[in-house]
């Protein structure tokens, strides 16, 4: 027995009686609720002291081929990894591009089915939870196509994930993807992020717009981050981040505004001090144009 020898160990012993433990709740929106497991992977992609992320997508192979600016994602996405907090990913680029001893968490696009050249809100399931926990993922993505005229497909989809997830620990990053005919809006936008909160995906992923940006963050019960969406100038791409997180946005997921830029590596620095330090656009414009210099 462990405690069988009365000697003056058992007198070294200290339980500290006199403090209690604390019961901590957890510091990002709508997630005090969760399992442990749930909160590790989603505090490896949330900053827990800032409380947000700099997400670098570059998914869009998926459905676009080989995109402008990541015609090779084994040069360019390695030199970004220090300078963001997530990867958003398909399983083959984290396969053939990225190097196993990488220690930043994974979101897993685990939908496909569909690509530019046909209607993109038609897509099934193509990666099973067990396939993204054998890649170690810290997170799994599909998109939500509200609106669209598989708009109930793409939510089958995601309450599969939602299910699968919730076995496992598995969190689920819910994309609000919009067609062409859709207007992005405050109120097509609060919408389709409430839809997909309500129905329990994790954080959610949407687009900036210049009114009400804010209320469709209040209306959103989980953590809302931003999709980069097309190439801005890098000035212009500062000043939207700055505007989202200011609104109350826990973070960005950019691709093209980072590795589409003159510098992507000061770039992606310049977003990160927006996002987790609220530099003022200005202010880190200057340091992207610091950073391109070296």
């Known amino acids: 027995m462990p ?12 339980y500290a009686v006199d403090i209690p433990m604390k019961t901590s709740g957890f510091f990002l929106k709508g997630s005090s609720h969760l399992n442990w497991g749930m909160k590790n992977r989603l505090a490896r992609i949330f900053n827990p002291e800032s409380g947000r992320t700099v997400m670098l997508a570059f998914d869009h192979g998926y459905i676009m081929g080989p995109t402008t600016g990541l015609e090779r994602i084994d040069l360019v996405v390695p030199p970004l990894i220090p300078h963001v907090n997530c990867l958003m990913c398909t399983r083959g680029a984290l396969r053939s591009c990225i190097s196993p001893e990488v220690d930043k968490p994974i979101v897993m696009r685990c939908s496909t089915g569909a690509t530019v050249l046909k209607d993109l809100s038609n897509e ?21 196509c509200i609106g669209a005229e598989f708009e109930k497909e793409s939510l089958i989809n995601l309450s599969y994930l939602i299910n699968e997830g919730a076995r496992v620990g598995m969190p689920v990053l819910g994309v609000t993807a919009v067609g062409k005919e ?15 909160a309500e129905l329990g995906v994790h954080f959610v992923k ?3 717009c210049e ?18 969406g097309k190439k801005l100038p890098e000035s212009e791409a500062l000043v939207m981040a700055y505007k989202a997180v200011d609104q109350g946005a826990l973070g960005v997921d950019m691709g093209r505004n980072i590795f589409g830029a003159d510098d992507p590596v000061a770039m992606a620095q310049a977003v990160g001090a927006v996002v987790h330090k609220n530099e003022k656009p200005k202010n880190a414009f200057e340091l992207y144009n610091d950073l391109k210099k070296k």
């Open 211 to 228: 009114s009400g940006f804010e209320e469709v963050v209040a209306g959103c019960p989980v953590p809302v981050v931003i999709a980069g």
């Open 206 to 208: 949407t687009y900036y």
């Open 3 to 14: 405690d069988a020898d009365k000697s003056s160990q058992v007198d070294s012993k200290n």
């Open 182 to 196: 859709m207007v992005r809006d405050a109120r097509y936008l609060g919408l389709a992020c409430r839809v997909i």
């Open 124 to 144: 099934v399931i193509g990666v099973t939870l067990e396939e993204a926990l054998a890649l170690n993922a810290a997170a799994v993505t599909a998109q939500a």
